[in-house]
T-cell receptor, first 114, second 111 residues
């Protein structure tokens, strides 16, 4: 079975731009969670989608949004980018909602905002 | 806000030494997970502990969940260079709403 894939792997943007990141979960997995990882704040939960519905959201501003499609693929969008948004963005998939079964992480998308 | 503090933040040891990493919180979690992350990759789940007081062993790694389900520890016996990586604990909040990650412990095991 193929693992979780994330595209693109690397991205450079400038302040004020917007960005869309993509995550393809493991086949059959219906839950996709997104995380931001930075040296200063560590790994922080952004939001989780299960069967196209957002189940919960972390403490991030409204500039961070996401969605999930009927095939369970998910996208995350960040609008009006700030320097502090530079980070590794990870997604993880699981067969069931978060916490009930093991979630598997993708390799991440490294975003640099200049 | 639920926080998980890990200690130590950094650990540099020689092959064959033992070590313990601690994960502490003032909050109660439904379960606690331990991950290892290597450069350029996402975290990989090592273990999930669910019951207060639970101890799980995976070869040279021993994981313990505190009786009150607020803290956990990871003990590695006879560390090897392949154990090098970033170790993260993560608590599943009550109601299975989200995962709160610890601050991380970066381990370097030298031959």
């Amino acid at each position: 079975k193929a693992g979780v894939t994330q595209t693109p792997r690397y991205l450079i943007k400038t302040r004020g731009q917007q960005v869309t990141l993509s995550c393809s979960p493991i086949s059959g997995h219906r839950s996709v969670s997104w995380y931001q990882q930075t040296p200063g704040q560590g790994l922080q939960f952004l939001f989780e989608y299960f069967s196209e519905t957002q189940r919960n959201k972390g403490n991030f501003p409204g500039r961070f949004s996401g969605r999930q499609f009927s095939n369970s693929r998910s996208e995350m969008n960040v609008s009006t980018l700030e320097l502090g948004d530079s980070a590794l963005y990870l997604c993880a998939s699981s067969p069931s909602p978060l916490g009930l079964e093991t979630q598997y992480f993708g390799p991440g998308t490294r975003l640099l905002v200049l | 806000t639920q926080l998980l503090e890990q200690s130590p933040q950094f650990l540099s040891i020689q092959e064959g030494e033992n070590l313990t990493v601690y994960c502490n919180s003032s909050s109660v979690f439904s379960s606690l997970q331990w991950y290892r992350q290597e450069p350029g990759e996402g975290p990989v789940l090592l273990v999930t502990v669910v019951t207060g007081g639970e101890v799980k062993k995976l070869k040279r790694l021993t994981f313990q969940f505190g009786d009150a389900r607020k803290d956990s520890s990871l003990h590695i016996t006879a560390a090897q260079p392949g154990d090098t990586g970033l170790y993260l604990c993560a608590g599943v909040t009550t109601g299975f709403q989200k995962l709160v990650f610890g601050t991380g412990t970066r381990l370097l095991v030298s031959p």
